[in-house]
């Protein structure tokens, strides 16, 4: 997809907005209509290519633009959610009892899709690989392996996943692939310049970044793009509304400040906790710490907000923590405005816990754009009330 502008900042504020188009308005309109009438010499309505809102919309095509050019992507899809984005992605690719190929610690509904429901339906088999697994992965390919799943950085642990070494065996093999991109975002990995097929997001997070819509997205090549919206996409109705795509496209237009607010105060938390004698481990890409250090100067440009880290105690000192924290709030979600906390495996037992590849006591953060001095103050209140446990 052609675009006017290169640098993400002038991506973000005006590709797709078609000033021309619109009477000069400086925000698109909301095209809040099912339908799109036929033009004809009889009622003088302009040419056009649009017919029914669930397959294509003004509105909805100015976010796909934005979405495209920020990721270096021919085309783009919004959906009504990000596991619509994902559901549709896999089954692009899979087949009837086919095999998939996924990272261990990948979101859970992904996971619960594939463990689960795809085996049930359509007899459909999945090997989850752990991080060192990942970097054998030509190993477990079979002749029935039709896709390739990958997050990077995956969920709670944030581990990374060589993409061109994955894309290039991939494509050896004629096997599709598909990215959650949802934690780097489209400004700060380009999974499709490493030969990734689908990179998929849920748009709910910091491409919306207020808290306040369900969405998805996903950034391909202009075939796959239009093979899914006349196919996956329009046969199960997963487009997104009209106003919640204006509602994104409200939040992109902040997204790189919010983005560089929210990597700032997680940095500052992340060092304080990694100096905290409660602490165990700290899993924050933004640290470039570790055996991934390499791929995270390779893949990543940037960092945002979400991390976790071990409670150095018993499950009852992990829940207390949890529960003394006042300014993070306790919710499943992240990528908005506001700082959360979850308990990702407190008091999940040891087998659940190696099965999704995440330590015990595992707490997730997400770093808000609040004031960085308050969010430490806030852990280290928790902090005390678990030491006076001891």
């Known amino acids: ?9 002038d ?34 309505i302009p040419e056009h290519d649009y017919v029914y809102t669930r397959c294509t919309n003004p509105t909805i095509e100015a976010v796909e633009k934005k979405l495209a050019a920020l990721e ?41 899709l594939l463990k689960e429901y795809f085996p049930r339906k359509f007899g459909v088999k999945t090997t989850f690989l752990s991080e060192e697994e990942m970097e054998k992965l030509e190993e477990y390919i079979t002749d029935r392996t ?19 070494h994955i894309g290039k065996i991939a494509r050896k093999h004629g096997i ?22 689908i990179s998929v997001h849920t748009a709910s997070k910091y491409l919306s970044g207020h808290s306040d819509i369900v969405a998805g997205a996903l950034i391909s090549s202009k075939e796959i793009c239009q093979n899914i919206r006349y196919g996956e996409r329009a046969n199960l109705g997963g487009c997104i509304d009209p106003h919640q795509a ?43 710490q570790g055996r991934q250090k390499e791929l995270i100067e390779k893949y990543l440009k940037g ?23 006042k300014v993070f ?37 997400h770093v808000g754009i609040e004031n960085a001095d308050t969010l430490i103050a806030d852990l280290e209140q928790a902090f005390h009330k678990i030491q006076e446990m001891n």
């Open 72 to 112: 270096n992507g021919e085309d783009a899809l919004c959906f009504s959610s990000g596991m619509a984005a994902i559901s549709s992605s896999m089954l692009y690719f899979i087949e009837k009892d086919c095999h998939v190929i996924a990272p261990k610690s990948i979101y859970g509904p992904a996971r619960t």
């Open 1 to 9: 997809m052609s675009n006017k502008y290169e640098k993400a900042e």
């Open 303 to 325: 960092f945002n907000g979400l991390f976790s880290f071990t409670i150095r105690g018993t499950r009852e000192q992990a829940e207390c923590f949890l529960d003394s924290l």
């Open 329 to 365: 709030l306790r919710g499943c979600s992240w990528g908005g405005f506001e700082s959360l906390a979850i308990p990702f495996t407190v008091g999940t037992p040891k087998e659940y816990n190696e099965e999704i590849g995440c330590p015990a006591n595992l707490i997730r953060l």
């Open 11 to 44: 991506i973000l504020a005006h590709e797709g907005d078609e000033y021309e188009k619109y009477y000069g308005a400086v925000i698109p309109p909301i095209f809040q209509n099912s339908l799109f009438v036929t033009p004809s010499e009889g009622n003088g």
């Open 176 to 197: 599709g692939t598909v990215i959650d991109n949802t934690y780097a975002t489209s400004l700060y990995q380009h999974p499709m310049e490493y030969g990734i097929d």
């Open 246 to 288: 204006w509602l994104m496209l409200r939040g992109m237009r902040t997204m790189k400040l919010r983005l560089e607010q929210h990597a700032k105060n997680a940095l500052a938390v992340a060092e304080y906790l990694q100096s905290h004698p409660c602490v165990g481990q700290v899993f924050y890409p933004g640290l470039k």
């Open 146 to 164: 039709k896709l390739i799943y990958l997050e990077s950085p995956s969920t709670a642990v944030f581990s990374l996943q060589d993409l061109e």
